[in-house]
Structures are given as C-alpha cells and as structure tokens.
C-alpha cells in the first residue's frame, strides 16, 4: 500500500507559463506515481488518500484505478479541493526562459488541499484498515510527512504503529517549499522517519541539502538502521546498502524529456522487484530502468514497457550496464 497526496498535473507545452495556450491533464503525486509502477509490475497495490468532490478527484481515482491500483480507501471530501500543479517546462520559446530544454518547474495549487487532511484516523477507517491488515510493505515519502501538521501526525503513525511483519519503506522527497514555517523541523522529523523505515531511498543531492551529507558512505553512516539504504547520485550510480552489502549500479545514460516522477519510478521499480524476491543488483537495476521510463515521457508516472522486456534488460550483468 502507498500513502499519499495525488495531484492532478496540467503539462504545460514547452516554453514559459506567458507562451502556454495548452495544457496536458495527467495524474502525479509521489506516491501515487509508485503504486502505478508496483501495479504494472504486478505487485497487488492500494493508494491510500483523500481527494475532492470534483472532476480532478474523479479523474485520480479513476486513473489509478485503470492502471490496477486499488481505490478502495480514498475517500472523498466534499469540503476540500483535490490537489493541482502545473508542470512548465523549459525550451521551445522564443522569449528569454530560465528554464533550458529537458529543465520544468513545478507550480503548486495544493495549501489546504483534500490530502492534507489526512491524519492518523484515516489508517484505521475499515477500507483501510482491511488493507493494511494483509499487506506486506507499506510506503510514502517525505511530501506526504510536508503537507501538515496532520500528515505529520499520519506518517509518524505509520511508523510507530505495530508493524505485524509489514515493512515500511519511505522516500525521502524532501521539498523545501512545503516546509515553509516548519522549515527547522523537517530535518529532525525526516531523519527519524529514515531510521524508522526498512527501506530508505534518499537522493545525494536532497540528503545534502537537508542532513549536509551527500557521499553515500557516510550517508549509511549516519543511518545505520534501515536495512536497506538506496543512495542515489542520478548522474552516476545508485548505491544500496543491505545490512554490511554495498552494491552500487551505473545509471543509464539516456535521452532525458523530463525528469520529474523519475524518483518514484526508481522507487516503484526497486521495490517491486524487491517484493518479487530478485536478488539485490536486479532490484536496483528494475529501479533504472523504470526511472528510465519516467525520463522518457512528460508525465510524472511512467508507463513502462513489456514485463518480459524490462525482466531482460534488468537481467542482464554489470559489464553491459557500465
Ligand atoms: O516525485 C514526483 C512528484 O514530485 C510529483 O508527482 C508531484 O508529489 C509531487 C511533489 O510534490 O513534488
């Protein structure tokens, strides 16, 4: 099960906001991204949320629900409204952009929004309640611990509360702007929820940004806890750690379009292969490949090749991935 906000994107056609006559509607919010990557990869996948009582809120629910994802415990609040951003992306104008080609920014519409009421309450609603119940890992990342005080309380919850052999695992997605006013906290909070996780993804760059830490090493240093600790150094090589294993993998050097959802890909991939029992380096590898796939295309949730595809190309060895 993945826990979180999903937002309804409006890709904006490259070149600045001023430029944009047309908008592409598609879904995103971290870990909604993630639960459609475990179910394309045929991981048995619920999304926990809230959305509103509008066309956005439908279009999420109906557009997890096509990608085999689990609906069963987002409920609907009539008195919120579902979650927005609008993706710009750089290039394809003739005006002076700060925003090169292959670069977007990310313009949130999402204060007060219908999953940033979700709290503690919400894991023990009987839908979710009978999910949890059978489920094997349950995720979410930092955004959702950002959204407020309320999703604070909730993924502390999560957390703490008696695992009965579930695993947890947790992205670190540390987004500064939605700290603002919380700023000195998120440190604090998010460090405890890395050590608290089984699985811990962190970005070099965000864990640099945040625990003034970047080297993978000295990362796993300062978390120990996790059993796995993925560091990921996007240019180079993802680094995981399990228990005293380092294992690190090349990144793919591909042709990127955009690049954001390609964290959860890695995330969705990883851990899919993780729950499909593959041994350590095919885990980090299915990672690539499905960041890959973000990469590839304008939306924040990949759509990914063939199952027998990416299970050759993740098999293949370290030599022709260097
Ligand atoms: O990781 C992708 C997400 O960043 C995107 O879908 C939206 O949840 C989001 C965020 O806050 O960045």
New binding site residues.
Partial sequence: MTV??G?A?LVAHPGPLEDSASFERAA???E??VATVLAQLGVETAWLSRVGADGFGRYLIDNLAARGVDVSAVTTDPARATAL?IKERGGGSAHPTDLAAGQSR?L?YRTGSAASALAPADLAAPAAARLLDGCDLVHFSG?TTALSPATTALTEAIVTMPRRGRLVGFDL?Y?PR?WSGRADAAADILARHVRAADIAFLGADEAGELFGVDDPDRLRALFPEPRTLIVKDDARAVIGYEGTHRISVPALRIEVTER??A??GFAGGYLAAMLHDLPPAQRLRYGHLCAAAALTGTG?APVLPPAATLAALARLDDHAWA
């Fill in positions: 979180g906000e937002l994107v995103g919010g971290a909604a991204n951003y990310m949130y955004i997605n987004r939605l954001i959802g964290g959860d924040d």
